[in-house]
């Protein structure tokens, strides 16, 4: 994982350290008329909703769509735990190509504030 170019926002010193899961939202193109067009989020919700459940991080928004992304957001635990989490969304079954982590803190005034670290 490298950073990437873009806008760098400074973090505040007391905040919490929060990072945003930014996966493409791209179609499967093999779903059958009438199913979900993304798969792939399920797969996304239950894999974060494990690790929130088991106390290994602390889901605080899940399911944002945001520039073309699918956006969840985590905190509770240091960031080379959390950017070990995104790239561990990145390899599950069926996530599209693209995944980049977003390190901001809880006082981020929306998404996509913060260091970009390209995952996938």
Do not use: C, K
């Not at 996304?44 to 605080?60: M, N, P, Q, R, S």
């Not at 080379?80 to 995944?99: D, E, F, S």
Request: charged share 20%; glycine share 10%.
């Amino acid at each position: 994982m490298s950073a990437a170019g873009g806008s760098v926002t400074v973090m505040s010193d007391t905040a919490e350290l929060v990072v945003e899961i930014h996966v493409p939202l791209t179609p499967d193109t093999n779903a059958a008329e009438g199913e979900t067009r993304f798969p792939w989020i399920e797969t996304l919700v239950e894999f974060t909703t494990e690790l929130d459940e088991g106390g290994e991080i602390f889901v605080v928004e899940e399911g944002d769509v945001f520039n073309d992304a699918y956006v969840i957001v985590i905190t509770g635990a240091d960031e080379a735990t959390l950017t070990g989490i995104a790239n561990r969304v990145a390899n599950l079954p069926g996530i599209p190509t693209g995944v980049f982590a977003m390190i901001t803190d809880a006082d981020a005034e929306e998404l996509g504030q913060g260091t970009t670290v390209e995952i996938s």
